[in-house]
């Protein structure tokens, strides 16, 4: 069976395959510690001390303590692992989806409203050069 | 015998329950999706299923990285709500089956699909926005759920065809059930949506509205969908949409279309649902 990377032509998207999924671990399971109330409040109140349980790179901690999105996502983050740092920040998914797109919230929510954002353009790589 | 009556496909937004959590259902934003539902929590009050078996996703709370099951099924007595980090939805705690969901853990694996059992399991916004979405806020639920947890966080997730055929073996298991049943099976995830990157926010009215056509009449052609195609045209989450195949696969090819209806957006997703009956039962 073939596990050629068919998607990677999509634009503006992290498939969350095996590859990221391997270099993601520690940051992901950092995220996941989130789910308990306990755990939220220890991390905001010494970010640095608390991610020094997690043997994830510099580089993604460095995501983390910046909150950059997008590249949690590039460095093996899983959007439904991330979103429980966005809830730690009481951020709500869709504050979430809006920061990922550089767009401001209130733009973001109208285009949601609006239909969402299209398909036409935004089905290959070559549609965003 | 027990049988499957009827199978039902919607989405499992978690705004869809901060909205009823928070009572702000019938504002704007909100009243169009709800209005879609009314009919269908009218119709499965009149059905009155003695159990729903509810085929979602875990969204990394129950399961983590540690451990990703292509296939769960719930075989416990009670299932705790999850804190999924805004705290715990309050709804009532979802009583199981034991007695049916371990007779179809024993069919089904001799039928070749290598499930995982699970007796202890918390669930989320997957398995209760479409209770809610299906039975309003009753104190408690009006009767027990066996949870079908399939993998669709870690790619690649079962394929449509695969999930198709585990709703065939599911049927096969209900039926071979000894007692008098009314079972529901409801099909939930999608529609199209993204939710990471830049591209999250991703609508295709097109790409929905042909998939619950052929949820309607062509469920074979569905369920031999792409992965691609889901990622490409529904987005990076949309791929939820295998979950649908699985109900479809527990109900006749012929299934008799009840209702449906369509909505964008809740929060960042086109919300489908669908409610389709067996004409032989």
């Known amino acids: 069976m073939s596990t050629q990377k068919d998607y990677h032509d999509i634009p503006g998207t992290y498939v969350f395959d095996a590859e990221q999924s391997r270099k ?15 755990n939220r409040e220890a991390f905001l109140s010494d ?46 998914f869709q504050e979430l989806a809006a920061l990922m797109t550089g767009m401001g919230r209130e733009e973001y929510r109208d285009m949601m409203i609006n239909g969402g954002r299209s398909i036409e353009g935004n089905r290959s790589k070559s549609e965003w050069t | 015998m027990a049988r499957i009556v009827a199978g039902a496909g919607m989405s499992h937004v978690p705004a869809i329950g901060v909205a009823m959590d928070t009572g702000i259902t019938g504002d ?31 969204h990394a709370t129950a399961f983590s990285l540690e451990i990703i099951p292509t296939f769960a099924l719930g075989c416990a007595a009670e299932y705790a709500i999850a804190d999924e980090g805004w705290g715990p939805r309050p709804v009532p705690a979802v009583k199981g089956h034991p007695e049916l969901a371990w007779h179809m853990a024993q069919s089904i694996i001799l039928d070749e699909f290598d499930l995982t059992l699970v007796n202890k399991m918390e669930v989320d916004h997957g398995l209760t926005v479409p209770l809610s979405l299906m039975f309003g806020q009753p104190e408690e639920w009006p009767c027990p759920v066996i949870p079908l947890c399939v993998n669709v966080v870690q790619y690649p997730p079962p394929t449509g065809n695969r999930c198709y055929n585990l709703g065939k073996a599911i049927r096969r298991a209900v039926e071979s059930f000894d007692k008098d049943m009314k079972v529901v ?18 609508i295709n009215a ?48 012929d299934a008799r279309e009840v209702h449906r209806h369509y909505h964008v957006p809740a929060s960042n997703t086109a919300v489908g649902h669908i409610i389709l009956e067996n004409t032989t039962a």
């Open chain 2, 28 to 58: 704007d934003y909100w009243s169009p999706l709800f209005a879609g539902f009314e009919k269908s929590r009218e119709w499965i009050k009149e059905v009155n299923p003695d159990a729903v078996i509810v085929v979602y996703n875990d």
């Open chain 1, 24 to 38: 993601g671990y520690h940051l992901n399971m950092f995220c996941m510690s989130l789910r308990s109330a306990e």
């Open chain 1, 47 to 92: 970010e640095a001390g608390y991610l020094d349980n997690w043997p994830m790179t510099a580089e993604q901690r460095q995501t983390v303590l910046k909150r950059e999105w997008n590249e949690m996502l590039k460095l093996g983050g899983n959007v439904y692992y991330t979103a429980k740092l966005a809830a730690t920040d009481k951020l709500t």
């Open chain 2, 185 to 202: 099976i409801l099909g939930t995830g999608g529609m199209s949506h993204q939710l990471q990157s830049e591209r999250a926010g991703l």
């Open chain 2, 206 to 253: 097109e790409f929905d509205n042909a998939f619950l056509d052929m949820m309607a009449t062509d469920p074979e052609k569905a369920a031999s969908m792409p992965h691609v195609e889901y990622l490409r045209e529904a987005g990076s989450e949309g791929v939820e949409l295998v979950m649908w195949h699985v109900m479809r696969g527990a109900i006749d090819k």
